[in-house]
């Protein structure tokens, strides 16, 4: 991205350079509008609830900066020869049951031929110009709230091995099939100095593109920080994910864990998310009235997950 030419339109209010959920195009004074497309393979058999996941994983990029779904396309890989047109319309369905949960539509969109199934979407949103949300601006004295529990990634491979309880393995598909649509309505209400939502570079990728582009320190409370049943303890067994080296490689200089916990402990920071929680940063003064609202709107895993300190040293992310 950075030997990529600079975009010079003033109307581009967030594009490719700061590495965020979504771009922003400012249309007039009192309408912006967010643009971003996702997809992902399949974590599940059923194709239904797949359409479901990877339609709230590309729809949370709109919630993320703070706007409104509007409308959806769809984006399919599909491999014709080898699963009939009944699958892909239980994908399609299940897409479709988030956009319209979302107050969204479904415009159209485009399928091609492909060895694996993927899905996703598309999305154009809508928000004020001057009211969205970057995943900079995180402010010293400001707190972290997490919105959803991290683990979903290991999980994911530990069923492969059938390792993971059925409760376990349901309570995980729950929440990620949610969309953010009302932990980000809660938040309209509440200054967000920065968000971003947390999905495959884990919640260390995630938090790092904030604190870079903030030039702040994150620290945070290992204990607070809310995991999925038994993820921790597939850690334990052994369990990693495909992509957790790389994302340990990418903030391994810029973090520090001051909590002793053993190695496999630590893995649960790189774990990549699908259709992760909202990670924001509030002004302290906000953060109990703002959990106490998510809680009462039934975002009940809500948790005040860390602060936001001053930076200095090269050190970004701290692990209490």
Not at 265 to 280: A, F, K, W
Request: glycine share 10%; net charge negative.
């Amino acid at each position: 991205m950075d030997k990529l030419p600079k975009n010079r339109d003033p109307n581009l209010l967030v594009g490719y350079e700061t590495q965020d959920d979504a771009g922003i195009y400012r249309l007039n004074d009192d309408i912006a509008i967010i643009t971003t497309a996702d997809y992902i393979t399949p974590p599940v058999n059923d194709p239904f609830l797949f359409g479901q996941i990877a339609a709230a994983n590309a729809l949370s990029d709109v919630y993320a900066m703070g706007g409104r779904p509007v409308t959806c396309l769809n984006l399919a890989g599909f491999p014709s020869k080898k699963l009939d047109q009944d699958t892909l319309n239980q994908i399609i369905a299940g897409g479709l049951s988030k956009i319209t949960e979302a107050g969204a539509v479904l415009a159209g969109g485009h399928t091609i031929d492909d060895d694996e199934p993927k899905y996703g979407l598309a999305v154009t949103g809508i928000v004020h110009p001057d009211k969205y949300w970057t995943n900079t601006g995180a402010r010293p004295g400001d707190i972290l709230i997490l919105t959803k529990p991290i683990g979903s990634g290991v999980l994911f491979n530990a069923n492969l091995k059938n390792w993971v309880s059925s409760q376990a393995l349901n309570q995980c598909l729950a929440v990620i099939k949610s969309l953010n649509k009302t932990a980000a309505e809660i938040m309209q209400e509440f200054e967000i100095h920065a968000a971003t939502d947390i999905t495959g570079f884990g919640l260390s990728g995630h938090a790092f593109e904030m604190a870079n582009g903030s030039g702040v320190r994150l620290e945070f409370t290992l204990d607070d920080i809310p995991v999925m049943q038994e993820a921790l303890e597939m850690y334990a067994k052994g369990v990693s994910t495909g992509v957790n080296r790389d994302n340990r490689q990418l903030v391994e200089n810029h973090l520090r864990f001051e909590k002793n916990v053993p190695e496999w402990h630590r893995e649960i920071v790189y774990d990549p998310q699908t259709s992760g929680g909202l990670m924001v940063a509030v002004p302290q003064s906000q953060g109990s009235e703002l959990i106490t609202a998510l809680k009462a709107a039934g975002v009940e895993q809500s948790s005040i997950i860390g602060s936001v300190q001053k930076m200095h040293g090269t050190i970004s992310l701290v692990f209490n």
